[in-house]
Structure formats: structure tokens, C-alpha cells
Nanobody, 121 residues
Framework: QVQLVESGGGLVQPGGSLRLSCAASGSISTIYTMGWYRQAPGKQRELVAT???????TYASSVKGRFTISRDNAKNTVYLQMNSLKPEDTAVYYC???????????????WGQGTQVTVSS
């Protein structure tokens, strides 16, 4: 079994900051790319940022310069530092990871349960 558990969401005023965390646990051999996605009400889930096992990052244009993705491979954890938050950043944020389980021949993509981020005054 593999689980991804997110934390750190909440209510913040425009211009504020939040840091999301997502920890992977279970029978893990290797974690490849990890990422954050978000889904606002009535909209499709969209990519926010990804980070490879080697540390290469990509960002959606809407968050570039404001959000920073990072990971701690020793803790199997990915982070999303969100600064200068805007009301349009309000969404449920999901982490995902491409994980090779112990004794498995191929990797699978796993998702966390989501954490709500609300940006409002």
C-alpha cells in the first residue's frame, strides 16, 4: 500500500503565504516525479508544479515567480511554498507522485486526498 497525505491548507488573505506538504508512505522503492495540482469549483484539475527526483522543476505560468516546489527525498515529502496568494488561487490542492513499489516492475501514479486553500479577505 502507498499513501500520500497532504497538510498545510487553510484560509489566507490576499498577498499572504501558505506552505503545503505531502508525505508519501508505504512499501516504496523509488519515487520519481512529484507534483501539485489544483481544482477550483466548476473547473478542471490543472497542473501547478512538478519536480523530478533530480530536482528539475516546472511551473504553470499562472504561479511562476510566486510558488516554489521542493522535495526532501529522505522524508519522501514534497512541498509547495505559495507566496503572494491571489483569490484566483483558491482551490483544492492535490499532490501526486510516480512511485515504484517494492517488488513491483512498474511505477504507478498516486494521488493525495486534497487540501483546501482559500484566499479571501
Amino acid at each position: 500500500q502507498v499513501q500520500l497525505v497532504e497538510s498545510g491548507g487553510g484560509l489566507v488573505q490576499p498577498g499572504g503565504s501558505l506552505r503545503l506538504s505531502c508525505a508519501a508512505s508505504g512499501s516504496i522503492s523509488t519515487i520519481y516525479t512529484m507534483g501539485w495540482y489544483r481544482q477550483a469549483p466548476g473547473k478542471q484539475r490543472e497542473l501547478v508544479a512538478t519536480i523530478t527526483s533530480g530536482g528539475t522543476t516546472t511551473y504553470a505560468s499562472s504561479v511562476k515567480g510566486r510558488f516554489t516546489i521542493s522535495r526532501d527525498n529522505a522524508k519522501n515529502t514534497v512541498y509547495l511554498q505559495m507566496n503572494s496568494l491571489k483569490p484566483e488561487d483558491t482551490a483544492v490542492y492535490y499532490c501526486n507522485a510516480d512511485i515504484l513499489r517494492i517488488s513491483s516492475w512498474y511505477s504507478l501514479t498516486y494521488w493525495g486526498q486534497g487540501t483546501q486553500v482559500t484566499v479571501s479577505s
